[in-house]
């Protein structure tokens, strides 16, 4: 597959300059206070439920308001510009019966920023501004439950969620993005069916599309909202040919200090950073000034840590000048060797080095393996099923092995049941799980359960590599 042109120039930016990101478009749309007529538009007249909020709509209804904004982070600095599409997904889009305007939303967003873009590079074309599709995590998790009383149960599956993500990626591609930016991750298995359909887009088309992704943390705990840390999220993403990884949103810049400092620390590809303008105060907004946020940030530079800088909720204009001030003249982090060792990941990461001791593969969760576990899956007991999982782990168990191959049973349901079960128990699921099966159709559903990096064990390879 071939690199686009665009992805060849911010390879070879990344790695001369610090490169800036915009701000908020969230942030100045609501500044102009618009109403429920303005996000109607005539093309919406008469659409049957309220739109106001739905941002992502006013690419068609409010065309010169948003390339307004993209101008205004332009004049300011910025070398990447986010399309306005971060809810502009089926699922997302949904909330307003709008889920079939998924293509006309996202290539009008993607056209708009193209142009604001096209103006400032024409401008000074010794100083070439991209455009950044925005992908975001829509608000499906397939790792956890919406439901207490039903660990298993998801709203949607993972070929669902990629489905949506493929139609977004297109229609921004064809609209003209440079690169692709997943951005506000919080769920790693909801991001792996977006990186899966950007890589099936790529195949289908011969094109290598550059790819940034981005991680947000609720809190100081270290953690996202799925449970996994930042050294095992990067495990479970660290397969994909990526322009960058990085954190935003959630916290405000000095919150982020840990995060920032160990990823430059973890990653052999450039790192991001785009925090809030703070933590949220009581009426909703975001208190800290242009002149604090880029004293964090330009410290953060200065340290080495920063490939991309730029802003996420309450960040403007002003935040963006700022930011670009503090970071001139730094130089980009050099990104991490490549690391050697065996990782694998659940919640928490699993690093097989040349002192570890045994590690201990749990196999009493396999059909063949256990008596009891197999009359547990026969007669659909899967909180009794789960329990044998959690004895496997108290009892030391590094490793869950998973096998659910027998000819009576519906194999490729009964793995994914179980594996979406455990997926809601932090004790369990803090460990990476092998998935054990000969039959593919098995693994690959025991994939699509996963957010951590799995073992895949016992293929025959009887059908072809």
């Known amino acids: 597959m071939k690199t686009t042109p665009a992805g060849l120039q911010l390879r070879a930016l990344r790695a001369e300059r610090i490169l800036l990101l915009d701000g908020a478009n969230g942030t100045l749309i609501q500044t102009h206070s618009l109403q429920e007529t303005d996000y109607h538009g005539q093309a919406f007249a008469d659409h049957p439920v309220d739109l106001r909020g739905c941002s992502d709509l006013l690419c068609l209804t409010q065309p010169e308001l948003i390339v307004g904004i ?188 840990p995060y920032v400092e160990e990823l430059s620390g973890l990653a052999p590809v450039y790192t991001s950073c785009y925090p809030n303008a703070g933590l949220p105060n009581e009426f909703g907004g975001f208190d800290e000034t242009p002149e604090q946020v880029a004293a964090v940030l330009g410290e953060f530079a200065e340290r080495g840590w920063l490939n991309i800088a730029g802003g996420c909720c309450g960040t403007t204009p002003d935040h963006i000048h700022a930011i670009g001030r503090a970071i001139e003249n730094r130089e980009p982090r050099r990104p991490a060797p490549p690391r050697t060792l065996s990782r694998y990941s659940g919640l928490e990461p699993l690093t097989l080095r040349p002192d570890s001791n045994f590690i201990l593969v749990g196999e009493r969760t396999n059909i063949t393996g256990s008596q009891r576990f197999a009359r547990l899956i026969r007669k659909g007991d899967y909180e009794a099923a789960v329990e044998v999982a959690r004895q496997q782990v108290e009892g030391g168990a590094n490793i869950l092995d998973v096998n659910m191959d027998e000819g009576l ?27 054990d099966s000969s039959d593919f159709r098995v693994i690959e559903a025991g994939l699509k359960c996963v957010q951590g990096k799995s073992i895949v064990n016992s293929i025959s390879l009887k059908e072809g590599e």
């Not at 519906?410 to 803090?430: G, H, K, V, W, Y």
């Open 409 to 435: 049973l519906d194999s490729q349901a009964a793995m994914t049941a179980f594996l979406n079960r455990i997926a809601t128990e932090p004790e369990i699921a803090r460990i990476p799980v092998m998935i």
């Open 70 to 257: 993209h101008r205004a982070f332009l004049e300011a600095g910025a070398d990447l510009i986010e399309t306005n599409t971060f809810n502009a997904t089926p699922v997302s889009l949904e909330d307003y019966q709008l889920q079939d305007q998924v293509a006309q939303i996202n290539r009008a967003a993607a056209q708009l920023a193209r142009q604001a873009a096209d103006e400032f590079t024409a401008r000074d074309p010794r100083r070439p501004r991209f455009v950044a599709g925005s992908i975001g995590p829509t608000r499906v998790s397939l790792s956890l439950s919406p439901k207490v009383e039903d660990p298993g149960f998801r709203t949607h599956t993972f070929d669902q969620i990629a489905e949506g993500y493929s139609q977004q990626i297109a229609a921004l591609l064809e609209g003209g993005v440079d690169v692709l930016l997943a951005e506000t991750t919080f769920d790693t298995l909801t991001l792996k069916a977006c990186l899966w359909a950007v890589q099936r887009y790529g195949e289908e088309h011969g094109v290598k599309v550059p790819l940034m992704v981005s991680a947000t943390f609720a809190d100081q705990s270290g953690r996202i909202l799925s449970g996994q840390t930042l050294e095992a999220f990067w495990d479970s993403v660290e397969h994909v040919d990526l322009l960058s990884v990085g954190v935003n949103c959630a916290l405000g810049p000095e919150a982020m200090r």
